[in-house]
């Protein structure tokens, strides 16, 4: 069936570090792809999200290529901020109409 | 004011009694979701509604059972609860594929604890 594997976590990051997360799909077709973010106490939100391979979504800072050769989605930031500090969740959209969702990668960002 | 809203944001209860999270929202979707997150699992589908007439089985329905009373709103309930249904749950909502970004908005989540 149709998944997203993300890298498991902690990480932890001093602030102003490059931030990768990786996220790899598998997939029937090419799916929707997307990243959402969970601050502490908080429902998830969209981060950013990608439609087809080559887009580039991109938010706050974040980055994430759809790459349809590696079937991969990672997230990127040039600078982390204590205040990126969350769970951050990949997930996929497919033509069966079900979201699927990795198993969050939580990030520690200190000062 | 929220666009998606779970009542309770946190119950305690205990083994055996009947639980109803409730979810409501504002944004004119037909889509809504249920979802229990549990640490290092990510997130769970338990039920999916597409409109008022169609429910859906998720990847873990065992043990619960939903109603979508109106178009904007999706009650969950457990009719038995277990302690390893202690969890966050999350309510969802999302737009018609081709009419929206395919987005899910998500609720706050309600915390449950079966002791």
């Known amino acids: 069936g149709n998944s997203v594997t993300q890298m498991e976590g902690p990480v932890t990051l001093s602030e102003e570090a490059f931030l990768t997360i990786n996220c790899t799909y598998t997939?029937?077709?090419?799916?929707?792809l997307f990243w959402y973010v969970q601050y502490p106490g908080e429902g998830l939100q969209l981060l950013l999200k990608?439609?087809?391979?080559?887009d580039k979504g991109s938010n706050k800072g974040f980055e994430a290529t759809y790459r349809k050769e590696t079937t991969s989605f990672h997230l990127e930031k040039g600078s982390v901020q204590v205040s990126d500090s969350a769970v951050y969740f990949c997930a996929g959209w497919s033509n069966f109409n079900k979201f699927y969702f990795g198993s969050g990668t939580k990030l520690n960002v200190k000062p | 004011d929220a666009d998606v809203t779970q009542t309770p944001r946190n119950r305690i209860t205990k083994t055996g009694k009947r639980i109803m999270l409730e979810c409501s929202q504002t944004k004119g979707h037909d889509r809504m979701y249920w979802y229990r997150q549990d640490p290092g699992l990510g997130l769970r589908l338990i039920y999916y509604s597409f409109d008022v007439k169609d429910i859906n089985k998720g990847e873990i329905s065992d043990g619960y059972s939903v109603s979508r009373q109106a178009q904007a709103k999706f009650s969950l309930s457990l009719e038995s609860a277990i302690p390893n249904q202690t969890a966050l749950y999350f309510c969802?909502?999302?737009?018609?594929?081709?009419?929206?970004?395919?987005?899910?908005?998500f609720g706050p989540g309600t915390r449950l604890t079966v002791l």
């Open positions: 997939a029937t077709g090419y799916p929707s």
């Open positions: 990608a439609t087809k391979a080559d």
């Open positions: 969802a909502t999302s737009d018609l594929p081709g009419q929206g970004t395919n987005e899910q908005f």
